[in-house]
């Protein structure tokens, strides 16, 4: 087999890895490798869809700002349908959680978001079937909006075929060694050479950092579990926020006429194809029951993800500190989707040796703060075993 060749090639097929290689291709050749036989069949397929520039940590949510307006205006013929549709948030306190909420609400204030403190009793307006004597007070944000993952995948996808992009998959690493000034990388479908490689591999960032002999990053997956079931009979769910209590116990929502619910659990995991775990079911349903009017009858569909973060739960966008022409685009943790246009211009000026582009600097995002090379990051190499192994993968 012939090897091919690019000017970059992005491994890893989700939202990271698919929207890097579309900016890249605005540069140069791009090659894209999967080694799944679709993009999307990982975390970006599992996620709950949402967009809020004020979920997360303080670079993730100005990347999500910086994404927002071309999620809200996509360029001409990106997608059929709109990227992002209102749905709005509501955060929920019990006695004794005020102070958070109004430490929540004072943040966002801080951040220009409008929002509304009402009682509990308020509201039911915003979400019928909550247990109002449960909770004390509550906050909604109506500026939190789903995003249609799947229309924001594949408008990626088309628009780098269309510059001339190749997406190849079934394509796993298995072998990246750097020869002279270029990578070459074997896989299933064949062998590839660029001289500049993005690591966009997810829960497996880690493997193919070590599969490339670098150095462990301290990037980490955690699975989360969610659970989809049958709102009650008759009732018009359509505009339901996301609902979140803010001891961060569950969240549910509105997902395609059925309510998804997550008991928010955060399991460490090896990188693999994460499954629901049972007892966060029971879990879940169990705090649908308590803190809502809603009855589970059954579960209709069950999935586990990964998310996965640094120590800091921060970006870890860049340059490998030991290898400058092997970029990380990872630690995305619960923000990959919604602050993934913004992560991605900045994974692809870094592997054009193009630093942070303005916007984004002046958003206070600098090649210091989101380095894979940062002390905490970088600071417990010697002892962190790497988490999972390449025989994890399935
Ligand atoms: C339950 C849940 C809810 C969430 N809710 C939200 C939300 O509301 N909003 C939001 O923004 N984010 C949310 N997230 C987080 C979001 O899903 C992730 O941050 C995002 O999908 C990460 O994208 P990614 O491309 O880095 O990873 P992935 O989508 O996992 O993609 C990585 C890809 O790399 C491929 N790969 C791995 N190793 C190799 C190899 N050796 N060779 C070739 N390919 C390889 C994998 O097959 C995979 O397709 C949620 C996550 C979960 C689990």
Known sequence: MATETADFI???????????????SARGSVILLEMESA???????????????????????????????????????????PLVTPRGALFLARDGEQDQLQAQADELVRRGASIELVSAEEALRYCPVLKASEFVSALYEPDCMDIDTDALLSGYVRMLRSRGGRVVTDARVEKLTRAGAVWDISTPKGRFEAPVVVNAAGGWVQQVAGLAGLSNRNVVPFR??????????????????????????????????????????????????????????????D??????????????????????????????????????????????????????VAAARLAA??????????????????????????????????????????????
């Open 224 to 285: 989360r579990t969610a659970v989809t079931f049958d709102p009650p009979q008759g009732s018009d769910i359509h505009h339901w926020p996301m609902t979140f209590d803010v001891a961060e116990t569950f969240y549910f929502k509105p997902e395609a006429g059925r309510i998804m619910v997550s008991p928010v659990d955060m399991a460490p995991s090896e990188p693999c194809d994460a499954q629901a775990d049972e007892l966060e079911v029971a879990i879940a349903i």
């Open 349 to 394: 000026s870094f592997a054009a040796g193009e630093g942070v582009p303005s916007d984004l600097g002046a958003l206070g995002i600098t090649e210091e703060n989101v380095s894979p090379g940062r002390e905490c990051v970088a600071g417990a190499n010697a002892e962190q075993p790497v988490v999972g192994s390449l025989e994890a993968i399935d």
């Open 287 to 340: 705090r649908i029951h308590k803190y809502t009017t809603m009855d589970v009858r059954s579960v209709k569909h069950k999935w586990g993800g990964l998310r996965t973060f640094a120590p800091d739960h921060e970006p870890v966008i860049g340059h490998d500190p030991e290898e400058a022409s092997f970029i990380w685009l990872a630690g995305q943790g619960g923000n990959g989707v919604m602050a993934g």
């Open 39 to 81: 993009p999307g069949y990982h975390s970006t397929g599992r996620s709950a869809a949402v967009m809020s520039e004020n979920y997360g940590p303080a670079l993730w949510s100005r990347l999500v700002t910086a994404s927002r307006s071309f999620l809200e205006s996509p360029p001409p013929g990106f997608a059929e349908v």
């Open 10 to 24: 992005v491994i890893g097929g989700g939202i990271a890895g698919v929207s890097v290689a579309c900016e890249l």
